[in-house]
């Protein structure tokens, strides 16, 4: 794991552990590299709850909710489906801290409109059980080839947990 | 990732290809490796429906029906559990064959029963509708640190993979 990837899961760590957070995962073209960079942590039992990889787009809708007329008016790589990715993250885990990332790795499944490099990435935060959910959404174009954007998006998606748990008040 | 897991990958995609199946991952003491390392080869969405990242038993149960019962009685580190995962992740998705991984990556979580580095595996394959599932599980004692570990079982849990579709007639 690269080391910058490596200190963002400390910080993560401590956070959650300080709040008594857990933190669950949604991956599409990361493919359970968000959650391997989570758990290669010792001790990451106490703050990380569960990962789906939903590469599948029936994964998606089955295992965290992403209805699938979204998925099919927007494309798997789009903001509406990464927000309902970090939102099924939450709603169907006991964490309180999601992050979910969905884009377009390559070399093939590029378009004109989703170039290879694409990735939409949302971050979920469930504050309390009587607030409404807080979820932010960003999209990068990274460089590179499959292994490049895959390790970039993996590193922007635990710097936007951390950046999530900054926001909090 | 290592060469050799690279290699197992690009044979499991081939022969997956062929039968026209596809492959589901139950991941705890591995947290996303195993479906990173099959991710990592482009075109890998042709054969990879989904991944579990079961890392709480609450989520074993929510996610793979593994019954809390035999996780308070044998331990999450067990042939069972290994074996109900496995199950758990082909009744759970579309999938014809998979792999469950559970053990103790350490430093900390090991005893005299089941010392750090004891990892559980079972590989499923669903031949039929109408066929009872293939289930095999293994259990290995891996030497070295939790990085150490978690490479080597994600290695395994590939190997195995293999083995698994070589075995079928």
Chains 1, 2 share one sequence.
């Not at 093939?108 to 990435?121: C, E, M, Q, R, Y």
Request: neutral net charge.
């Amino acid at each position: 794991m690269q080391a910058s990837a490596s200190a963002f899961v400390q910080h993560i760590a401590a956070q959650l552990q300080a709040r008594g957070w857990m933190l669950a995962t949604a991956e599409s073209c990361t493919g359970g590299l968000v959650a391997a960079a989570c758990t290669d942590l010792a001790g990451s039992s106490a703050w990380f709850e569960r990962g789906f990889v939903t590469y599948s787009n029936t994964a998606k809708t089955e295992l965290l909710g992403v209805d699938a007329v979204l998925i099919e008016t927007h494309g798997a790589v789009s903001e509406p489906v990464a927000r309902a990715m970090a939102a099924g993250a939450l709603a169907r885990s006991a964490a309180q801290l999601s992050v979910a990332i969905t884009g377009i790795a390559g070399p093939t499944g590029g378009s004109a409109d989703k170039p290879v490099g694409t990735v939409w990435f949302s971050w979920g935060a469930r504050v309390g059980a009587d607030t409404p959910l807080l979820l932010r959404a960003e999209r990068l174009l990274l460089p590179g080839d499959r292994a490049a954007v895959r390790a970039a998006a993996t590193e922007h998606a635990l710097r936007g947990l951390l950046a999530t748990l900054a926001g909090l008040t």
